[in-house]
């Protein structure tokens, strides 16, 4: 099984000096669970100039890959919501990692003067096959990433179809 790795990378090396390494946090949980291999979209000698081939090595890392895990403790960058996309488009299974009371996760939100218990957002949830709290909750939704229903790039056509029924 492969395991590609979504979520933030340094931009450059001043940033990589103080970069916290999540995956290596990821790696050892998710390594308990599953008999893996791991794809890290920055370890790698490309030339960052050239913004195709970089595009085109994550887009393949993802083909490649079994499962993807997103790490969402942080703010989302743009990469890292296109590897969703990306994710959907090669029917692939995606679990977020996603805590409660963190940016794209909020609770008891009022909007319009309607109160949202557990807000997540909705690209995020649309996108996400599973989410969880902590990457060490990975054991309790192993059976539904491997065997249950996956989510591919139709979400959209059916969130559009949802629109039609309101």
């Known amino acids: 099984m492969k395991i590609y790795l979504a979520g933030s990378v340094p931009k450059g090396d001043a940033e990589a000096a103080k970069f916290d390494n999540w995956r290596e946090r ?16 920055y370890d ?18 993802i083909k490649d890959s079994d499962l993807i895990v997103v ?7 743009v990469g890292t919501s296109q590897e969703m996309v990306v994710a959907k488009y090669f029917s692939k299974p995606v679990l977020t ?20 218990k ?20 990975v054991e309790t939704v192993k059976d539904n990433l491997l065997k249950g229903r996956i989510k591919t790039i139709s979400i959209i056509d059916e969130a559009l179809d949802y ?4």
Do not use: M
């Open 97 to 116: 990692v996603l805590p409660k009371d963190t940016y794209h996760r909020r609770q008891n939100v009022v909007f319009n003067g309607s109160t949202v």
């Open 44 to 61: 790698r000698k490309l030339d960052e100039s050239d913004f195709l081939q970089v595009f085109g090595v994550d887009c393949k890392h």
């Open 118 to 137: 557990d807000w997540i957002h909705p690209f995020i949830h649309s996108f996400s096959d599973a989410i969880i709290e902590d990457i060490k909750d």
């Open 26 to 41: 990821y790696q050892q949980v998710l390594g308990k669970v599953f008999d893996a291999s791991f794809i890290d979209p």
């Open 71 to 77: 790490y969402a403790e942080n703010r989302l960058g």
């Open 163 to 166: 629109l039609e029924t309101l």
